[in-house]
């Protein structure tokens, strides 16, 4: 700084006002600081600007698995609204490992990150809830619930899309529609079933549970719950995959067993990605916008940093939207 203030003439003070952005300083001032700055390359210590100002500019993003598109186009979500405000992203990524959430929770505390946006690989992980409890910075929870917590966060309405969609394959005359899931002690497995039995109840029909199958979020796992489902007697004839990662099990099971996805089974996938209208035939989905879900969680978060506000909950909606995989059961088209 001395050397910047030497080379535009100035006090190392009005360098000092000029490098953190100070509201008293002239644009005259401000060009020839920075470029004498330019010149000499000079570049502000950011982590000595942290240490004087008591926080850093960055938050740690917790993420269960970043392989998942979902969960990418959160974080660009995210991203993209807080470096408006000068912030930037620590990622980590857990890999769908619960004992390596607490180990990135305690690793971004240690960090000094002014904020947290977790979206965790289990909600009753004791570890993790400790880890969770004692960080000293605001909370936002991805599409999960943790009571007690005090935390914000920003939750898919995965019940409603669900719902409507199995409506839509009863309306077409399936009765037997089988439901791939990961977790069941996740928030977005839990909604799901809840709109699954849902539209069963309106609709009169009997549930039958062995139809719902749960896994992990894992390709290998989906594709051993959809062979299960298909060796059924009689095998369902409507699948829904609970999430972008299960969907890609799902179908290559499918293929391996030369069932044809809009012909002898209809399928629902949950979780927009950009592939699902490329595939043959496109396939229907139950889609919250994961930009919009990205995009709410940093708004919470800003307003807890910036204004001290309280916590709350957003809730994005989804959408169910029809396309060619969306058939009636075979013995209903001859």
């Known amino acids: 700084m001395r050397a910047v203030a030497e080379k535009a003439g100035v006090a190392i003070s009005s360098v000092s006002r000029v490098i953190n952005k100070r509201p008293d300083v002239s644009p005259e001032m401000r060009r020839r600081v920075m470029a004498a700055a330019d010149m000499l390359g000079y570049e502000p210590d950011l982590l000595a600007q942290s240490l004087r100002r008591g926080h850093t500019k960055l938050v740690g993003f917790v993420v269960r698995d970043i392989s998942n598109p979902f969960f990418a186009d959160i974080l660009k979500g995210a991203e993209d609204r807080l470096r408006q405000d000068g912030y930037a992203i620590l990622l980590t990524n857990s890999e769908s490992d619960p004992d390596l959430d607490p180990v990135h929770i305690h690793l971004l505390s240690r960090r000094r990150v002014d904020g947290l946006m977790v979206s965790v690989a289990s909600e009753a ?3 993790t809830l400790r880890a969770l409890g004692s960080a000293r910075c605001p909370i936002v929870l991805l599409d999960r619930e943790i009571p007690g ?3 914000a966060a920003v939750v898919c309405d995965h019940a409603s899309g669900v719902q409507e969609a199995v409506t839509a394959l009863i309306e077409l005359g399936h009765r037997r529609i089988g439901l791939v899931l990961g977790l069941e002690s996740l928030r977005p497995t839990r909604d799901r079933v809840a709109g699954y039995l849902a ?3 309106i609709a009169g029909l009997p549930f039958d549970p062995h139809l719902v199958r749960y896994g992990s979020y894992e390709e290998d796992s989906a594709a051993t719950l959809t062979r299960e489902l298909l060796d059924m007697e009689p095998a ?3 699948l829904i995959a609970g999430g972008a990662q299960l969907l890609t099990g799902v179908v290559l099971t499918l293929r391996a067993r030369g069932v044809r996805v809009g012909h002898d089974v209809a399928l629902v996938a949950c979780d927009q990605t950009s592939w699902l209208e490329l595939v043959e ?3 229907a989905v139950v889609a919250a916008d994961p930009l919009q879900v990205g995009s709410a969680a940093a708004e919470l978060l800003l307003e807890m940093l910036m204004y001290d506000a309280a916590p709350r909950v957003i809730v ?7 396309r060619p995989s969306l058939v009636p059961p075979p013995s209903a088209t001859g």
């Open 125 to 127: 992980h004791r570890a």
């Open 149 to 151: 917590l005090g935390a």
């Open 199 to 201: 539209a069963h109840r």
């Open 236 to 238: 369902p004839t409507a």
């Open 281 to 283: 035939p496109p396939l």
């Open 316 to 322: 994005i909606p989804t959408v169910f939207i029809r």
